[in-house]
C-alpha cells in the first residue's frame, strides 16, 4: 500500500508541473541548430554539385567550339565529323558527344552543329532528389566566304609629286592587293581603280555605254552636274556632257597637259627609255611588270581580279593635275550600283572582265556579298576647270600647213566619199611630230587690225618676229578648197586646201585644245601684240567650280553610299586640314577613317585590307 500511495504522489507532483514544463524553453536551440546545419550542409552540398557540373559544362562548349570551328573551315581538307570526333577523343570526353550535323552546306559556306551533354552525378544534391545534372551543350560555326566588291579611288594630282608620295601609293598599293588575296579563293573579289585628279577619265570602253556629247578621241571626261550627286546610279540614257580635252595652265605652247588626264605608258610613258630601264633595275623587277605604252593608266579599270594585273596597274601610276575628290566618288558609287551590271556583263562578253563576275555589281542588301571603297588623297577639292560647250568642237579659226603627203590623192578622195557626216576631224595620216613644228595662221575678226591673217613662224615662243599675209601660210598658185558647203566632188566633214606641195586645214577644236595650252592660243595666236582683250577672251572659253560646292557634293554621294551600307575607307595622306576633314566625313564611321604620313600609308592600305578580310571571313 505504500508503495501505491508513493506512485499516486509521484504522479500529482508531476500532473501539478506539466504547464511549467511546457512553459520552460530549456534545449530549443539545439534543436534549432541541427535545422539549420541540415540547411547549410544542402545549400553547399548543392553549390559543390553545381561548381562540378559548371566545369564539365565549360569544359565541354570549349572543346565543342574548337571542334566546330576547325571542322567548319572551309580550308580543312578532312572529313567534317571525323574532325570532332579527334577533338573530343583526344581530349578523353568522346562519351560527351551526342550528335554532328554537317547537313547546311552550300559552295561558299560550312556550317556544323555539335551537340554534346554535360551529366555530372550529384552528391549532395541527393538530399533533394536529385541524383545528377545533366543539359546539351551545344555548339554551331560557320565559316561563310562572302564576294567582295572593292573600288580604290586614288588621288594622282600634282601634290602627289612631292615628298616621295606616288612612291609610297604605288608601295603600299601593292601590299593592299596582296594581304586583300591572302588566301582568297578564285572570283570572290574583284577591284575596280578610279584615279581622279582634276577629273576623272573613264575610258573610251567604259564611256561608250553612256549617252555623251561634245566627244573627242584625246580622253574620256564628263561633266556631272549638282544633281548627279544625289543618286549612287549615273544613267545610261540621259545626256552627259564631255568635258572636253584642253590644257587651261600653260602658256608654253611646249606644255601640254589636259585637265582631263591622259598617261599613256603611265610611269613607262613619262621617262626616257633609259631613265625607265634604270628605275626598273633599281626595283628589282623588270619592264613587264608595268603596263605597256598603249595603256593609259590614268583610265578607269573596271573589276579586275588577277593580282598580277592590279599590283601592274598600281605601280605604273603617275601624278599631275588639280583635285576633284567629288567626281571619284561619283564614278566608284555609278560601278557599284546595280544599275552598271549591263555594261559589265558586255565587258565580260568582250573579254574585259571576268565571266564570273556576271552578277555583279551585286545588290546593295545581298547577304553573300559587301561592297567597298577604299579613297584616298593627300590634299583637298580645287577649282574644276571647264570649257564653254561651243568651243569644244567645231571649227576653230586656226590653220595648220603641212607638206603634202605622198598619198593625199586617195586620202582626199576618202574624205570626199564621206561627205560633211564624215567622223574625222582632222587629216588622216598628218605629219604632226611636236608642237615645235606646227605652222599656224589665224583670221582675226578685230576690225582695228589691217591685216587678216597673222602667221606664227616655225620654233618661235613668243613670235615678236610676225609676218603677215592675206591667206593662211604656205598658200601658193594652186590650191582646191575643200569642205562642208563645197559642191558634193569637194564636199568633206572639215575645210582645207590642197596645194602644190601643202595642205592647210581648219583645225576643229577638239584638235588645237589637244596641241596648244589654251592659254598660249589667246595670248600669241589671238591677241598679240596687246592683251587689252585677252582676259575677256579667255573667260568666254573656260571658268572654274571653286572647291566649297565640290566639297558638298562630295559628302552628298558618302552619305548616299552609307546609306546602302558600303564600307568607304578614307585615308587622308599628308593632307591639310579641308582635306582630313573630308576624309573623316565620308568615311563609313570613325574607325574606318585613317590619318596618315610617309611609309604610315603602308600601314593604313595593309590594315584596310586585312579589315576587308575580316567583313569576307565569318565565323
Known sequence: ???????????????????DVLRREDGSIMVLGLVFFILILMVGGISVDLVRYEQKRTQLQSLADRAALAAASLTQPQDMEDVVRDYFEREGLLEYLVRVDTSEQTLNARNVQVVTRAAVPAYFSRLIGMTR??????????????????TMVLDLSNSMNQFNRIENLRIAGEDFIDTLYQDAQDDQISVSIVPYTGQVNAGHDLLSYYNTTHDQPYSACVLFNNNSYDNLELSQSATLTGAGHFDPWHMSRFDLMSFCPTHPGGIRGSMSTWAFNNYVSSQGLTADDFEPEDVDTAEIMVMQDDPDVLRRRLRSLIADGNTSIEIGMKWAAALMDMSSSNIVNDMISQNLVNASFDDRPFEYEDPESIKTVVLMTDGENWDEWRMTNQFKQGPSGVWHSFQRPSNANTLISQLVAEGANGTQFEFPDKPWANPSSARLSVRHPNPDWNQGNFYIPDRVENPMNRTWSNMPDRWDSNCTEYGPSMHSSRRTAFRFYACN???????????????FPVRWVGAYLYHYPGIQNYWNWLDQRITSSPPGPKDERLFRICDRLREQNVRVYAVAFEAPPNGVEAMRRCAYSENYFFDVNGLEIQQAFRTIAGSIQRLRLLE
Open 133 to 150: 545534372y545533366e543539359s546539351p551543350v551545344v555548339s554551331r560555326a560557320e565559316e561563310r566566304i562572302t564576294d567582295v566588291e572593292v
Open 501 to 515: 606641195d601643202w595642205i592647210i586645214q581648219e583645225l576643229d577644236y577638239r584638235e588645237l585644245w589637244a596641241t
Open 1 to 19: 500500500m505504500d508503495i501505491l500511495r508513493m506512485v499516486k504522489r509521484q504522479i500529482r507532483s508531476r500532473l501539478r508541473h506539466a504547464p
